[in-house]
C-alpha cells in the first residue's frame, strides 16, 4: 500500500547506507510506536522545507522527501554524527534509494486524489468496527464505504465521494480513545471499495439493505473489555474522549491566533460490539519451532491478550497451530502484537483461521513428547476470565523488560538465572525487586533482557513454571511485557 517498498529492505549499517547515492528524500528508521507525521516534520523541519512525508505503519520506519538536497545532506550528516530524536526516541537516518517519494496520485494537483484512505490502527485495545470508524470519519465528510481486514494488524479503508485530503489530515495521528487505538493514514491505491455486505468489518453506506452476516448458532462469546471502553476508565485502560483533529496543514506551524476545529464524536453503539461480529475466534499461528513449541508454550505466548480455551497442531501443516480464544478481539490483539515476531529463530505468522473453533482431532505426540491438543478453558492462568480480571490487564506489546510477579520470597537473583540456564533460555542483564511488607508472601519485579526477542523466549518458556519450595507450589514467572522508566526498552 506505501509504494518505494524498496526502502524497506536497505541495509542498516553505516558502510551500505554510504553506498547509496545522495538523494532528497531520506530512510528514516528506529520510530517508536506512536510516532505521526508531525513528530518527523517538527524535528526535522530544522534542516529544511520538507515536501512530502509517507509513514510506514508496523515497520517503524518513514521517508521523509526534503525540497532542496543540501536539507537531505545535512539530516543524513547529522543523523550520523549526533543523536536526532524523533518524539523522545533516537532516530538513524540514511539517502534513499528513491529520488521522489510516490504520491498514490498526482498529489501536486489540488484538484486531484485518492478518494480512499487506508487507515492502520496501532495498540487497538478496544473492538474496532465498521460503526466506530463511521462515528469517527464520518463527521469529516460523507463516509461511503469502509472495509476492516485484520491480517496484518488492523486496518480499514474509508472511502470518502471525493479528495479524501481534510479527512487525512484532521484525523492523521489521533487517538480514538485516550492513549490508544491510534490511527496512522495513508492514501490507498484502490479508487473504490467493493463491499459485499454490511457487518462489522464491512458496509457500504449507498446500500443499507446488504444482508448482513450473523453469527452462527454456536456459544455467544462475550466481548473481554465489555460493550462500552469507559467502562474501565478507572482500571488503567483510559477513559473515552473527544478525538481531536490535527491542523489541517501538518508542514505550517500554526499561529497563535489560529483556532482549531473540535469535532466531538458520540459514542459508538454497544450493539456493534455484542452482534453478528464477522471474525472468528480462532487464530491460525504458523512458523512454529518444531522442536520447542508446545501447546503449553503457546499457551504462555498467547494469554497475555485474551483468554485461551484450546490449542491443537495441524498434523497436516507442520510448524502449524491453531489457537482458540476467548472472543475475536482477543485474536485481533493477538495478531496485532505477536504478528512477525521471532521466536526460537522462527518468526512466528499469526491470522485470522477460517474455522470457528477448535475439533480435537487427529491428535499425534510432538517432538517434545506431548500431544499437539490441549484444552485451556478450565485453567486458573487464564487472565480475561471475569470483567475484574481483565480491567487489571494492561496489554502491551512485547519489550525486552518483563514484569514477573507471585514469586516466593526466597527466590534470588542467582537462582532466577539458574533457572534460565536450565531450561536453555537467556539470561536477563539487569534484575530489581520491587519492595514489599514483610508479612508478604510473593514478591515481584523486573528482568531486563539484551533484546525483545529474548523476553519473549523465556516468557514463552517460563511463564506459569511452577517452583517447589517447603510443603507448597508456588507459580513462578508469571509475568508481563512492560515498558518502564527503571530500564531501557530495546
Not at 199 to 207: A, L, P, R, V
Request: a neutral charge; glycine letters at 6%; hydrophobic letters at 35%.
Amino acid at each position: 500500500h506505501f509504494g518505494n517498498a524498496s526502502d524497506v529492505f536497505e541495509l542498516d549499517n553505516g558502510e551500505d547506507a554510504h553506498r547509496i547515492a545522495p538523494s532528497p528524500v531520506v530512510h528514516v528508521r528506529g520510530l517508536c510506536e506512536s510516532v505521526v507525521e508531525g513528530d518527523l516534520v517538527e524535528a526535522l523541519e530544522k534542516f529544511g522545507n520538507i515536501c512530502y512525508v509517507m509513514m510506514m505503519p508496523f515497520k517503524r520506519q518513514a521517508l521523509v522527501e526534503f525540497e532542496a538536497m543540501e536539507s537531505a545532506d545535512q539530516c543524513v550528516t547529522c543523523g550520523a554524527n549526533e543523536v536526532v530524536c524523533i518524539a523522545g526516541q533516537q532516530a538513524f537516518f540514511n539517502y534513499s534509494t528513491s529520488k521522489r517519494i510516490t504520491r498514490p496520485t498526482n498529489a501536486d494537483d489540488p484538484n486531484s486524489g485518492n478518494k480512499v484512505l487506508l487507515l492502520s490502527i496501532q495498540n487497538p485495545l478496544y473492538p474496532i468496527t465498521t460503526d466506530v470508524l463511521y462515528t469517527v470519519c464520518n463527521p469529516i465528510g460523507n463516509v461511503l464505504r469502509i472495509v476492516i481486514f485484520k491480517r496484518n494488524g488492523i486496518q480499514a479503508m474509508v472511502e470518502y465521494p471525493f479528495w479524501s485530503q481534510k479527512a487525512k489530515s484532521a484525523l492523521n495521528g489521533a487517538d480514538i480513545y485516550a492513549g490508544c487505538c491510534t490511527l496512522k493514514i495513508e492514501y490507498a491505491r484502490p479508487t473504490r471499495l467493493n463491499v459485499l455486505r454490511n457487518d462489522n468489518d464491512s458496509w457500504d453506506y449507498t446500500k443499507p439493505f446488504l444482508v448482513r452476516r450473523e453469527r452462527g448458532k454456536g456459544r455467544q462469546r462475550q466481548a473481554i473489555l465489555g460493550e462500552h471502553p469507559s467502562s474501565y476508565s478507572d482500571n488503567g485502560y483510559g477513559s473515552h474522549c473527544s478525538l481531536l483533529p490535527l491542523p489541517g496543514n501538518r508542514y505550517k506551524r500554526s499561529s497563535p491566533h489560529d483556532t482549531q476545529e473540535v469535532v466531538a464524536y458520540p459514542l459508538p453503539q454497544t450493539s456493534s460490539y455484542m452482534g453478528h461480529a464477522s471474525s472468528s475466534s480462532v487464530a491460525m499461528v504458523s512458523g512454529l519451532h518444531p522442536a520447542k513449541m508446545n501447546c503449553t508454550r503457546i499457551f504462555n505466548l498467547f494469554c497475555l491478550y485474551g483468554n485461551i480455551e484450546k490449542v491443537k497442531f495441524m498434523k497436516s501443516v507442520p510448524g502449524t497451530a491453531l489457537v482458540e480464544m476467548g472472543d475475536e478481539y482477543a485474536v485481533d490483539r493477538a495478531i496485532t502484537h505477536l504478528n512477525s515476531i521471532k521466536v526460537f529463530s522462527k518468526r512466528l505468522n499469526v491470522c485470522v483461521s477460517k474455522q470457528h473453533a477448535v475439533i480435537p482431532s487427529q491428535v499425534f505426540e510432538l517432538e517434545d513428547g506431548s500431544s499437539s491438543y490441549k484444552d485451556f478453558a478450565m485453567t486458573r492462568n487464564n487472565r480475561f476470565s471475569s470483567v475484574g480480571q481483565a480491567s487489571k490487564n494492561i496489554i502491551q506489546p512485547p519489550a525486552a523488560v518483563l514484569h514477573f510477579y507471585n514469586v516466593p520470597p526466597c527466590i534470588t537473583e542467582n537462582e532466577l538465572q539458574r533457572l534460565c540456564t536450565e531450561h536453555d533460555v537467556p539470561g536477563f542483564i539487569k534484575f530489581k525487586v520491587f519492595d514489599a511488607k514483610p508479612s508478604s508472601k510473593t514478591i515481584s519485579g523486573l528482568l531486563e533482557f539484551d533484546n525483545k526477542t529474548h523476553a519473549v523466549e523465556v516468557l514463552t518458556v517460563l511463564n506459569h513454571h511452577q517452583i517447589r519450595i517447603p510443603s507448597e507450589y508456588s507459580i513462578l514467572f508469571r509475568v508481563n511485557y512492560i515498558n518502564n522508566v527503571c530500564f531501557n526498552d530495546r
